[in-house]
């Protein structure tokens, strides 16, 4: 089973920026979708960015668009989240988790979630 471990988080002003990353154990992480989810408190985990195996092709939930960018380096085994223009409601933790071989853009198909790490925006 892929071991994802997630860094980067912590507190930022709004407006301000983070980098988060994701280490993912085993030779097998190119073959896999990946993505970003997180979960505010009282809300649901939320599928917000994810990425194809080859890279090429992203998804963006729609309040992140512009703002969030996502990428992956296959040599590594690393996914990248890069958050710009942070605001208060993008306060939430977020995790990485590989994809089971469904659509890369369907929430509903994603397995091996990391611990995650804390993201908070202050105004």
């Known amino acids: 089973q892929v071991q994802l471990v997630e860094s980067g988080g912590g507190l930022v002003q709004a407006g301000g920026s983070l980098r988060l990353s994701c280490a993912a154990s085993g030779r097998t992480f190119s073959m896999y979708h990946m993505g970003w989810f997180r979960q505010a408190p009282g809300k649901e985990r939320a599928l917000v960015a994810a990425v194809s195996a080859s890279g090429i092709s992203t998804y963006y939930e729609d309040s992140v668009k512009g703002r969030f960018t996502i990428s992956r380096d296959n040599a590594k085994n690393t996914v990248y989240l890069q958050m710009n223009s942070l605001k208060p409601e993008d306060t939430a933790v977020y995790y990485c988790?590989?994809?089971?071989?469904?659509?890369?853009?369907?929430?509903?198909?994603?397995?091996?979630w990391g611990q995650g790490t804390q993201v908070t925006v202050s105004s």
């Open positions: 988790a590989r994809n089971s071989g469904g659509a890369y853009y369907n929430p509903r198909t994603y397995v091996n």
